[in-house]
């Protein structure tokens, strides 16, 4: 017999219904981070006794029971609950890879709950599953077990492009961009997403003329580039200068239609900014018509740092009056900056006190830098050296902090009264 397609109406709680099972079909998305603990274990305890159970125990009655498999999928923001009505609790491969994604959330109990759905992974005989077996590989890669993640990827004895890319990515994500290289150079196929992975690695480390070199190899193969390819090359072309490969991925983006991409549009704007056409990255900029907080972000920096400080702020102000974007930590640091090359003091220090006043955002140690370098440029020492005592905790996490635009002004501005004190605060700390 067929099993009935579940509706809100077949999934209530029948009263014949277990309590291990009831709290699962209470479970609504989207989840809070409580909620989703409470469906884990839930979920957790039924593969448990789905593991120790014989299986006529397993037999659930149609007409006063139907086991709801609960599976929670970790997306940016929400937990979404896959529901899938059945007459037994039988997981399979599609039970685990979000299982195992919800396990990267479950702070701090993470990296315990993701090693027991492993166990149960073994348990229920899906450990040679690509699928599953890439979950578990990134699973430890965020927990940075990158050991374990190893031994997961040697034991596999099916390993597909899905389980060689998760591998390239966990090292990537980890920094180590040797044994990534490694393992990309010997993957017997490869696809987009593992080009992708690869520049990604070499990105994170700021190796960005070997993100170029893979780009053309890949180019020579004719494996054709994904969205997050272009924007690891738009990536390493802005911090390259690289203008002429910008334009050759902007008139790619153009010719397939993936200038809506607001990431690789932002990567656009970016790569613009950083190259001095700052008319170009307005242009892409101003054809966005989701603007994020990243978008603008980029923006704003993009014309701060080409020495326009107030068109800068105008676009802080269109972020937040008219395009109803919430300001980030970034934003702060891309206007700090702004008012720090046009020794705009007041409207700098102003934007320091609307931070965590006005907008919510609390100071970082960039921010705490920023406004100490705004004060220093401007030739006001003093108060930047109050500032440092009253907001940062003294001279010496100061110094710690944002030491090196003391040591600027000092010598560029002969302030020997400040080099003196940081050379006597040195040796006291010695």
């Not at 009655?61 to 923001?77: F, L, P």
Request: proline share 4%.
């Amino acid at each position: 017999m067929q099993n009935p397609k579940p509706t809100q109406a077949n999934l209530r709680p029948s009263p014949h219904m277990s309590s291990t099972r009831k709290p699962l079909l209470n479970c609504t998305a989207p989840l809070g981070l409580r909620n989703l603990e409470r469906c884990f274990l839930v979920l957790l305890r039924l593969l448990n006794l789905q593991a120790s159970s014989s299986p006529q125990h397993l037999h659930v009655q149609h007409h006063d029971q139907r086991i709801c498999s609960s599976i929670a999928y970790a997306n940016s923001r929400h937990f979404v609950l896959f529901r899938h009505a059945e007459l037994w609790f039988v997981p399979n491969n599609y039970t685990f890879p979000p299982l195992i994604k919800a396990c990267t959330v479950l702070i701090p109990n993470s990296k315990l709950s993701g090693r027991l759905v492993h166990g149960h992974v073994v348990k229920f005989g899906y450990r040679d599953d690509p699928f599953v077996l890439g979950s578990l590989i990134e699973f430890y890669s965020v927990i940075h077990d990158m050991e374990t993640a190893k031994l997961v990827f040697d034991k596999s004895p099916k390993r597909d492009v899905v389980v060689w890319t998760a591998m390239i990515d966990g090292y990537g994500k980890a920094g180590d961009v040797e044994n990534a290289r490694a393992l990309f150079d010997e993957m017997p196929e490869r696809n987009a997403i593992s080009w992708s992975a690869m520049m990604a690695a070499y990105s994170r480390v700021s190796h960005f003329r070997e993100v170029l070199s893979l780009f053309r190899q890949m180019q020579e193969v004719g494996t054709k580039p994904n969205e997050s390819v272009l924007v690891s090359v738009l990536t390493a072309s802005a911090h390259l200068g690289a203008v002429t490969q910008g334009l050759w991925v902007h008139s790619y983006a153009k010719r397939y239609n993936l200038e809506s991409n607001t990431i690789l549009a932002t990567a656009l704007v970016d790569m613009y900014s950083k190259c001095g056409y700052v008319e170009a990255a307005l242009w892409v900029f101003e054809g966005i018509s989701n603007k994020d907080a990243r978008a603008w972000n980029a923006m704003i920096a993009g014309v701060a740092m080409n020495g326009d400080a107030r068109k800068s702020l105008e676009l802080f102000n269109k972020m937040v009056e008219y395009g109803g974007v919430q300001p980030t930590e970034t934003t702060f640091v891309a206007v700090l900056t702004a008012c720090t090359h046009a020794k705009m003091v007041d409207k700098g220090l102003e934007l320091f006190d609307q931070m965590g006043n006005l907008y919510g955002v609390k100071p970082r140690l960039e921010h705490y830098g920023c406004v100490v370098d705004l004060l220093a440029r401007a030739g006001l020492v003093e108060e930047a050296e109050k500032f440092t005592e009253v907001k940062m905790g003294g001279l010496r996490r100061g110094m710690s902090m944002c030491g090196e635009h003391y040591w600027l002004h000092a010598e560029f501005m002969g302030m020997l009264k400040l080099g003196t004190e940081f050379g006597k605060s040195s040796l006291r700390w010695e």
